[in-house]
């Protein structure tokens, strides 16, 4: 079946999925809007379909059976819902919306109207990462004890004025912005967290948002996972660590200006010593985007929750929400 898609918003990420659309022949792109009626021209001009300002002439669109949104956090939660209202399977970049409150009517809507609702949390189709849950599902590194990880850039000239540190638009700083991935990835691995803490701070940055965050989630069995996320970060770096009973694994790098994709998988030996490691490494372009829009048009087809579902993306903002909280009254809180 020929699925057409329309997209809202044409900045990096909606260029970056119309980039991947073209890859699949039974996905045209027929029309992008854009406030800036240039970019959604520019955009159509290189990937095919018709430019509009208007958004609502996208999701109102009786041609179009899915929508990306890949707008400002603000306008995230508006344009899915009213996608919903009218029908359209949709795949809405992260986060869900810049409220709790936002995600779970968005995904309650997709419930109601029978469409798939997808967040955009492309890290879980990256090789490392999926090669890593893998080995992790099939228990080779035992029982797990603890999951860390440090995610990071350090921006650039003008950072300061960009939308990302203008609350309004939105709606969190570092915290919201990497950290969400991160979050999901804890929860992806070990499931449901329980309680958090953690601090937030403007360090760099003449922003209204937080350009670091730091964060403790604990779940029953005192299966702990700290997170630090940071704008200053000078070089851009990722590093999640998954240590078990038995042994652990690491994941460096995501490609490109965070360096070679590298999953290290470390056993422990029993007589104590130097762990027998294997190191992997993925040195191929960056196909999580390709990965994870498949992964959407085959949850359309069979009307199943996609990995990196609504409800995922529901919970994720759950837990940055409540490290917010912990952030803001200094105390731990419940999930």
């Not at 970056?16 to 240039?38: E, M, Q």
């Not at 890290?123 to 849950?133: D, E, F, I, N, V």
């Not at 996320?229 to 790098?253: A, D, V």
Request: net charge positive.
């Amino acid at each position: 079946m020929t699925y057409n898609i329309g997209i809202v918003g044409a900045g990096f990420a909606g260029k970056k999925r119309a980039s991947v659309l073209v890859k699949f022949k039974n996905c045209p792109l027929v029309v992008t809007a854009d406030i800036d009626k240039s970019a959604a021209c520019d955009l159509a001009e290189e990937f095919g379909g018709r430019a509009e300002k208007d958004w609502k002439k996208v999701v109102r669109d009786p041609d179009v059976h899915a929508v990306i949104v890949a707008t400002y956090n603000k306008f995230l939660a508006p344009i899915s819902i009213a996608a919903i209202e009218n029908r359209k399977h949709v795949l809405c970049e992260k986060p869900l919306g810049c409220t709790v409150e936002e995600s779970r009517k968005i995904v309650e809507l997709a419930k109601n109207k029978e469409v798939v609702i997808k967040t955009g949390f492309n890290l879980r189709h990256h090789p490392a990462l999926s090669r890593a849950k893998g080995l992790y599902d099939e228990r080779k590194i035992g029982r797990l004890i603890f999951l860390r990880c440090r995610y990071g850039h350090g921006g650039r000239p003008g950072y300061e004025e960009e939308w990302r540190g203008k609350r309004n638009l939105s709606g969190g700083g570092e915290l919201l912005d990497q950290g969400i991935h991160v979050v999901d990835l804890f929860r992806w691995f070990a499931g449901d967290f329980e309680e958090v803490f953690g601090y937030t701070s403007s360090s760099f940055w003449k922003i209204e948002t937080e350009d670091n965050a730091w964060a403790m989630l604990r779940k029953s069995g005192d299966i702990i996972a700290t997170m630090h996320t940071s704008w200053t970060q000078w070089k851009n770096m990722f590093s999640f660590e998954l240590f078990g009973s038995e042994g652990y694994l690491i994941i460096e790098g995501l490609g490109g200006s965070y360096g070679k994709e590298v999953l290290k998988y470390g056993v422990r030996r029993s007589e104590g010593g130097p762990p027998r490691e294997r190191i992997i490494e993925f040195p191929g372009p960056d196909t999580s985007w390709e990965k994870e829009w498949l992964e959407f048009i085959r949850a359309v087809e069979g009307k199943t929750e996609p990995l990196g579902s609504g409800w995922d993306g529901f919970q994720a903002n759950r837990m940055i929400h409540a490290v917010y909280e912990a952030a803001r009254t200094g105390r731990k809180v419940k999930l």
